[in-house]
């Protein structure tokens, strides 16, 4: 099952800009979790943001929550070229697994 | 550095002839994943182990098996690979107890090519 669908499904933008992406989901969760993926690699965690929480930072990115709107968003501040990768969504499905959205394809140009 | 290991990182096989795919990882964790992503798309769970305990995800086809024979290794069975499985898969761990809440660890993937 799908939980999480994400927009834009690709972005591009130049070096220094600001990039935002969208995540929405369906049902209720415990938390919500963003991943990033390199061409041809695996995902690597970048932030969780629990339920209650409405906001969080972590170095260049901020991530918010509207658990009303059943809604998150990524931001990427001051993009860097090693930023162009996808990037994912996820939210816990039940108490073991998570379920990740289509992603977002980012490219920053130099 | 603790890590998820995957081997091979290409692997190539003709139709309908079995592989096996690797996963091990040094974190200790008691859960493990296996993932099939295709092009473009998300990452698909198969299956997951909690400790020994298997679970197959209800529209994983029979064709992909699962053996964990300790904590740290993982395996994934295709028993006749067809065209429509090539894909990258992905193995992750994470700590149990409530995974929820906590981050998956990813090994680098396996990229199958079906012949």
């Known amino acids: 099952s799908q939980q999480g669908e994400e927009d834009p499904q690709a972005l591009s933008i130049q070096e220094g800009e600001n990039a935002t992406m969208n995540c929405s989901y369906k049902?209720?969760?415990?938390?919500l979790q963003w991943y990033r993926q390199n061409s041809g690699r695996g995902l690597v965690h970048l932030i969780l943001?629990?339920?209650?929480?409405r906001e969080k930072h972590s170095g260049r990115l901020r991530v918010t929550l509207d658990t009303s709107k059943k809604s998150s968003s990524l931001l990427i501040t001051a993009s860097r070229a090693a930023d162009t990768a996808s990037y994912f969504c996820?939210?816990?499905?039940?108490?073991?697994?998570?379920?990740f959205g289509q992603g977002t394809r980012l490219t920053i140009n130099p | 550095d603790a890590m998820v290991i995957q081997n091979p990182r290409y692997q190539v096989t003709q139709f309908g002839k079995p592989v096996t795919l690797s996963c091990s990882q040094t974190?200790?964790?008691?859960?493990m994943y296996w993932y099939q992503q295709k092009s473009s798309q998300a990452p698909k769970l198969l299956f997951h182990?909690?400790?020994?305990?298997?679970?197959n995800e209800a529209d994983t086809p029979d064709n992909f098996q699962s053996r964990r024979p300790n904590t740290s290794f993982c395996f994934l069975d295709i028993r006749s690979p067809g065209l429509g499985d090539a894909a990258m898969y992905l193995c992750?761990?994470?700590?149990?107890?409530?995974?929820?809440?906590?981050?998956?660890?990813f090994g680098p993937g396996t990229r199958l090519t079906v012949l």
């Open positions: 049902t209720s969760i415990n938390n």
């Open positions: 996820a939210t816990d499905e039940g108490a073991q697994k998570l379920v």
């Open positions: 182990y909690y400790d020994k305990d298997f679970n």
């Open positions: 943001i629990r339920s209650n929480e």
């Open positions: 992750a761990t994470v700590d149990g107890g409530r995974v929820a809440y906590n981050e998956q660890f």
């Open positions: 974190l200790n964790h008691n859960v």
